[in-house]
């Protein structure tokens, strides 16, 4: 049986998971960035890894002094597992590179969640850093999440009227 977390432990179990997933991101998006086969999805994936870096070095500023850098457990683990298997077949098929860019999303939506716990917890403990990253981190999620979104609904439509399908229906 699980052990129960709170107080500290549940914040410094919530930023150990936001870290070890916004590594997944970074790692997807470095490598993504360079085998994709869409060049605007290619761009979308390089701008967002700029910002998904400095993410990345606030989360850990804001989980050093709890401990937290990045423990990786099932939820986290789980997800950072389906990331490498489907990018190690991005690079041999559109398909499998729409696998890759679809488990990239569902990370960048899972962070969304994680931003806005962070930012209703910092409200909450009148923490102004950690409000002032988790807005921060909360809108520049949302952002390259919807865009990321538009660029897999792109490659979707590509692959599905490769062959002449999309006529019709």
Same mark, same amino acid.
């Given at each position: ?5 709170? $107080?500290?432990?549940? =914040?410094?179990? #919530?930023?150990?998971?936001? =870290? ?19 060049? #605007? ?23 050093k002094? %709890? $401990?937290?850098? $990045? +423990?990786v457990?099932e939820?986290?683990g ?5 990331? +490498?298997?489907? %990018?190690q077949?991005?690079? +041999?098929?559109e398909s499998?590179?729409? #696998?890759?860019?679809?488990?990239l999303?569902? %990370? ?9 716990a962070m930012?209703?917890?910092?409200r909450e ?12 981190f ?6 390259s999440a919807? +865009? ?5 609904a ?9 062959? $002449? ?5």
């Open positions: 049986m699980a052990e129960a977390k709170v $107080g500290e432990q549940f =914040i410094k179990h #919530e930023l150990d998971e936001a =870290i070890a997933i916004q590594q997944c991101i970074v790692e997807a998006e470095q490598q993504l960035s360079q085998s994709h086969p869409e060049p #605007e999805a290619k761009q979308a994936m390089k701008t967002s890894l700029r910002e998904d870096e400095k993410f990345l070095k606030q989360l850990q500023k804001l989980g002094p %709890l $401990g937290a850098t $990045g +423990e457990e939820v986290a789980g997800l950072k597992q389906l990331m +490498e298997q489907t %990018l077949s991005a690079g +041999e098929a499998e590179a729409y #696998e890759a860019h679809a488990v999303l569902n %990370l960048k939506r899972k962070q969304q969640d994680s931003a806005a930012l209703k917890m910092a403990m009148k923490n102004t850093e950690m409000r002032d990253a988790a807005q921060e909360e809108k520049g999620t949302k952002e919807n +865009e990321l979104a538009s660029q897999l792109n490659l979707a439509v590509k692959i599905a009227t490769q062959d $002449g399908m999309g006529a019709r229906a």
